[in-house]
Antibody, heavy 125, light 107 residues
Framework: QVQLVQSGAEVKKPGASVKVSCKVS????????MHWVRQAPGKGLEWMGG????????IYTQKFQGRVTMTDDTSTDTAYMELSSLRSEDTAVYYC??????????????????WGQGTLVTVSS | DIQLTQSPSFLSASVGGRVTITCRAS??????LAWYQQKPGKAPKLLIY???SLQTGVPSRFSGSGSGTEFTLTISGLQPEDFATYYC?????????FGGGTKVDIK
């Protein structure tokens, strides 16, 4: 069973960067496709990006292009999401979520069957 | 990008009742759709994938159907623990978008 444990809440000033971690246990990172989803207060879920095994690369939504970087440390099975140039609208809970590596989209897709507990990032001056 | 429109955005229902939520895609996505349940302060939970396949451990009162551009999530015999917000997600395009959500409240 996959378990995802995220780093703790963060408070940042506008213009700063934040780096959220997601520690995987039960499986190894190379066996999974890692994704990041955020949820602003009182709002819906927003997929930010994740690993696309069909392309063999990490895909970011256009909204976050140039501001977000998602990386993996396979030596510790920990994934990271760094968001830069923070603004107040980035205040949200950030979740990591996984699917089995080759079951991300298309006929084999099984959805995000494991989620971290969420990390609240507050951007305030 | 593929857009998903859920309706209604809010509904009230009674315990024991039946609820149907619709998710429409801006283009055909075959059956590449998942449904999630989210309770306040908690991470989403996967209910259904491939439009109609029940995730392990999810009660059989949840069911999904549809293909192409129109999909439904049905909850038959609502239980108190089912009052939550539900989201659809398309798993077809490179960008894995979510619908706007449907909040199911107690009547």
């Amino acid at each position: 069973q996959v378990q995802l444990v995220q780093s703790g809440a963060e408070v940042k000033k506008p213009g700063a960067s934040v780096k959220v971690s997601c520690k995987v246990s039960g499986y190894t990172l190379p066996e999974l496709s890692m994704h990041w989803v955020r949820q602003a207060p009182g709002k819906g879920l927003e997929w930010m990006g994740g690993f696309d095994p069909e392309n063999g690369e990490t895909i970011y939504t256009q909204k976050f292009q140039g501001r977000v970087t998602m990386t993996d440390d396979t030596s510790t099975d920990t994934a990271y999401m760094e968001l830069s140039s923070l603004r107040s609208e980035d205040t949200a809970v950030y979740y990591c979520a996984t699917s089995p590596k080759f079951m991300v989209r298309g006929e084999l897709a099984t959805g995000f069957d494991n989620w971290g507990q969420g990390t609240l990032v507050t951007v305030s001056s | 990008d593929i857009q998903l429109t859920q309706s209604p955005s809010f509904l009230s229902a009674s315990v024991g009742g039946r609820v149907t939520i619709t998710c429409r895609a801006s283009q055909g996505i075959n059956t590449y759709l998942a449904w999630y349940q989210q309770k306040p302060g908690k991470a989403p939970k996967l209910l259904i994938y491939a439009a109609s396949s029940l995730q392990t451990g999810v009660p059989s009162r949840f069911s999904g159907s549809g293909s192409g551009t129109e999909f439904t999530l049905t909850i038959s015999g609502l239980q108190p623990e089912d009052f939550a917000t539900y989201y659809c997600q398309q798993l077809s395009g490179v960008f894995l978008t979510f619908g706007g959500g449907t909040k199911v409240d107690i009547k």
